[in-house]
């Protein structure tokens, strides 16, 4: 049940002012976005139309509390099927920084792990340059988990049967011919200062 009174009027006015957030309003509900999502296959609660629903009619806490908001893979299927271009992955993204700055100010708490990898995947991409698998790792589990032990031992649970297909493309260890420490030390770009000058930049757009 809606209860009118707790609507946020400003909330859909918020998101638009989050970079990919501007075109919110543009969204006449035709459901195009979730009826071809794949993680619909998966997860049938999925909604993205819901979720922009209840973003234009001021649900904010609704919104940002909803686990589902963590669950896109930005595969952008409802971005280029979408008759609006409403960009309803970019959408959902500014929506979810919304979530972050809350927990960030106290105001929320996110039960998602995905803010956790995403840092973690930034980090590694702002210092190397590009994804190295195991620094990645090394950051996300021990942080998901509260302690660098507890997080080792839900890696090696998690990377069991994954992980080994990971080691044997040369992505996360050793990998016979081609190499013994292909995937264990990380590969750098060349032209480092490129990339600072690129989260830099993106740093200065948040503000």
Not at 104 to 130: N, Q
Request: charged content about 30%; glycine content about 8%; overall charge positive.
């Amino acid at each position: 049940m809606i209860k009118t009174w707790e609507l946020d009027p400003g909330f859909k006015y918020e998101i638009m002012k989050e970079p990919g957030g501007e075109h919110l309003t543009s969204c006449y509900q035709c459901s195009t976005c979730t009826i071809g999502c794949p993680i619909t296959e998966l997860v049938p609660s999925y909604n993205p139309r819901k979720i922009i629903q209840m973003s234009l009619l001021g649900m904010r806490e609704e919104v940002l509390s909803n686990p589902d908001l963590w669950i896109c893979l930005i595969c952008q299927t409802c971005t280029a099927r979408c008759p609006q271009d409403v960009g309803i992955s970019d959408l959902l993204s500014a929506i979810r920084r919304i979530a972050e700055k809350d927990e960030e100010a106290g105001k929320l708490k996110i039960e998602s792990p995905r803010p956790l990898f995403d840092t973690a995947f930034l980090h590694t991409v702002e210092k190397y340059g590009r994804l190295y698998d195991i620094g990645l790792a090394m950051e996300y589990y021990p942080k998901r988990e509260g302690s660098f032990i507890a997080g080792q031992k839900a890696m090696m649970k998690d990377y069991k049967d994954f992980g080994m297909r990971m080691f044997f493309k040369g992505k996360m260890g050793p990998l016979g011919g081609h190499g013994l420490l292909k995937g264990v030390l990380p590969s750098k770009i060349k032209n480092k200062d490129v990339m600072k000058k690129i989260f830099k930049w993106a740093e200065e757009k948040e503000k």
